[in-house]
């Protein structure tokens, strides 16, 4: 397989010692099959429930499929400032560009952040109001 951007031979390599994934040794981008963007994420954050859609304001790219040949799509990553590309017309997986894998950890580790953040209000908020209902019924 090549490169989508630069057309170099892709080396395997497993990335942090987690998923094997095929490099570009020339310009350091990445391609993950289908389900590994998924295993990538979930390093930091696995609730898929909670992740929010992945696809959003799609087009089409230059970009070979470094598997299959047809043009890439690239589209907004969970509505974060980040475009990344993927196979969409046979699903065969997504290109990284250099730094984009640290982006997409980042970006979960804050969606996971986010998420306890507003299960401890909501619980807080739960207590309140059981405390609040305990007061009032001591009252009448």
Request: one cysteine or more.
């Amino acid at each position: 397989m090549n490169c989508p951007k630069c057309n170099v031979d892709l080396v395997k390599k497993y990335y942090k010692g987690m998923i094997e994934v095929d490099s570009c040794p020339n310009c350091r981008g990445m391609w993950l099959d289908f389900n590994e963007l998924d295993k990538l994420e979930d390093v930091t954050f696995d609730d898929d429930s909670h992740k929010g859609s992945l696809v959003h304001f799609q087009s089409k790219t230059n970009y070979p499929c470094p598997q299959c040949g047809s043009d890439l799509d690239e589209f907004q990553y969970r509505l974060y400032d980040l475009k990344l590309e993927y196979c969409a017309e046979n699903s065969h997986g997504f290109w990284l560009d250099a730094g984009e894998d640290d982006r997409v950890m980042t970006f979960m580790s804050q969606r996971a952040a986010d998420i306890q953040r507003k299960l401890d209000a909501e619980s807080t908020w739960k207590q309140t109001l059981q405390a609040m209902h305990l007061f009032l019924k001591k009252r009448q």
